[in-house]
């Protein structure tokens, strides 16, 4: 198999793409600027989100989707909420869930939710 990546068009694609490349250190794998504009950013691990730029205006904006993104322990999880959340709306509070997780999450520029969480323990 190859790749998995998680591709959807926004309409803020400036600040989406900066968001992710500042706030989630994504390495870009490859972008574009023929025709549209477009981006390829490995985040984490070998997953990736590719960006589409819908343009502005356009209602581009994926429904309901939660990128859920597992981080190496809980102190990641709690370092990361603190830098997020002077950034990015929380849309769930940092705290431990009932699953056995430390989580939290906030919502990208695009609108897409991010979750981001560790195994307790």
Same mark, same amino acid.
């Given at each position: 198999?190859? +790749?998995? =990546? ?8 400036? !600040? #989406?793409?900066?968001?992710? =490349? ?14 549209? =504009?477009?981006?390829?950013? +490995? ?38 909420? !603190? +830098? ?12 431990? #869930?009932?699953?056995?997780? =430390? ?11 991010? #979750? ?6």
């Amino acid at each position: 198999m190859g +790749q998995f =990546r998680v591709a959807f068009p926004t309409n803020h694609f400036d !600040a #989406a793409t900066a968001f992710y =490349r500042t706030h989630l250190a994504a390495d870009t794998v490859t972008e574009w600027d023929e025709e549209t =504009r477009g981006v390829v950013l +490995q985040v984490a691990g070998e997953g990736c989100v590719e960006l589409f730029d819908a343009g502005p205006g356009t209602g581009a904006a994926p429904v309901d989707l939660i990128i859920s993104i597992e981080l190496h322990s809980t102190q990641a999880v709690d370092d990361l909420h !603190a +830098q997020l959340s002077l950034v990015a709306p929380v849309t769930m509070d940092l705290g431990d #869930a009932s699953w056995g997780h =430390r989580t939290f999450r906030v919502i990208d520029p695009s609108g897409v939710t991010l #979750a981001f969480w560790a195994p307790l323990g």
